[in-house]
């Protein structure tokens, strides 16, 4: 079955204690963007790739590093949580080409007190 | 961050009724895409549009992409409970190589059986 897939699904953590959510995907997707999800602001992009070692900022970078050393994962870290972080992440993926709808994960809640 | 406008924030409707919701932007998008959410779940595609004036359908789903470019909107016929959930429209701007989704803040759809 194509999907993408974020884990863990629930997290919760204290302030600055490094964490990883990682995505999956298995469809030899090119594109993958992480996105975070909060009441009021709705989803945001946090960073982008556009293939294995190709990555870039979105909207709200700061606080985040990401990885993609291969085409089916790319890791999201949070090197020292915070409250703030406190969020709803999506991962999502697409194949290059034709602008191609986003396929999501199903998310990730991660809880920083 | 740049969001679509989209309207209503939320309905509340009977079973069999017919449900109709719009996006609007300041800006031109070369893509309209329509989303459900699930509590829980993340964002599955609905609807993709790929051309002004375009009208599509999936089921007793219809969405079109307005001549402008500028706006978007979304019918279902008939609702049946399971269609609860959070639709949300989403434009796809071409910024570069990014398949950055600028998104509405959602429609929360509530069926009384």
């Known amino acids: 079955e194509a999907q993408v897939t974020q884990n863990p699904r629930y997290l919760i953590t204290v302030t600055g204690k490094k964490l990883t959510v990682t995505c999956s995907q298995n469809?030899?997707?090119?594109?993958m963007s992480w996105y975070r999800q909060d009441p009021g602001l709705g989803l945001r992009q946090i960073y982008y790739?556009?293939?294995?070692?190709?990555?870039d900022k979105g909207d709200v970078p700061e606080g985040y590093k990401v990885s993609r050393k291969e085409k089916r994962n790319f890791p999201l870290i949070l090197e020292s949580p915070s409250p703030n972080q406190t969020s709803l992440y999506f991962c999502a993926s697409s194949p290059k080409g034709r602008p191609s709808p986003l396929h999501f994960g199903n998310g990730t809640r991660l809880t920083v007190t | 961050g740049q969001q679509l406008n989209q309207s209503p924030q939320s309905m509340f409707i009977q079973e069999g009724e017919d449900v109709s919701m719009n996006c609007t932007s300041s800006?031109?998008?070369?893509?309209w895409l329509w989303y459900k959410q699930d509590p829980g779940e993340g964002p599955v595609l609905l609807i993709a549009l790929y051309k002004a004036g375009e009208l599509t359908s999936n089921g007793r789903l219809t969405a079109q992409f307005g001549i402008t470019r500028k706006d978007s909107f979304l019918n279902i016929s008939a609702s049946i409970p399971s269609d609860v959930g959070i639709y949300f429209c989403a434009g796809l701007s071409n910024a570069g190589n990014n398949r950055k989704l600028i998104w509405g803040l959602g429609t929360s759809l509530a069926v009384n059986p």
């Open positions: 800006s031109i998008f070369n893509t």
């Open positions: 469809m030899n997707h090119e594109y």
């Open positions: 790739s556009m293939n294995v070692e190709v990555t």
